[in-house]
């Protein structure tokens, strides 16, 4: 199965900022909807942001509002996460995903279960420590 391809991870400091990257092309049919999820070891794949190319909204999750921003370059098939301000428990595994329902993103939330995005990406490990 193909999957998108992520980059950017890294370790950095509390305070610090790291873009991750996500590159769409290998999706050859419409889709309306691009996502990020954490995951910890352990835990359950967290939705931290999504963004609704029909509509254009856009949802960020409390911890990360304010502090993520969901971009997308269509000329260029590339999705970012630009994470600012990073925290010790921004501490996790990220993915991209991409769905084709539109009404799996909206102001008010995402879609949080994995089965409704048709493709994912590999995982960047994001470290926040001093």
């Known amino acids: 199965q193909k999957q998108l391809v992520e980059s950017g991870g890294g370790l950095v400091q509390p305070g610090g900022s790291l873009r991750l990257s996500c590159e769409v092309s290998?999706?050859?049919?419409?889709?309306?909807?691009i996502a990020w999820f954490r995951q910890a070891p352990g835990k359950e794949r967290e939705g931290v942001s999504c963004?609704?190319?029909?509509?254009?909204?856009?949802y960020y999750e409390d911890s990360v509002n304010g502090r993520f921003t969901i971009s997308r370059d269509s000329a260029k098939h590339m999705v970012h996460l630009q994470m600012n301000s990073l925290k010790p428990e921004d501490t996790d595994v990220y993915y991209c995903?991409?769905?084709?329902?539109?009404?799996?993103?909206?102001?008010?939330?995402?879609?949080?279960?994995?089965?409704?995005?048709?493709?994912w990406g590999q995982g960047a490990q994001v470290t926040v420590s001093s």
């Open positions: 963004l609704n190319i029909y509509d254009g909204a856009s």
């Open positions: 290998v999706v050859t049919y419409p889709f309306y909807v």
């Open positions: 995903a991409v769905g084709i329902l539109s009404s799996h993103c909206s102001r008010a939330g995402l879609y949080s279960r994995p089965e409704g995005y048709v493709y």
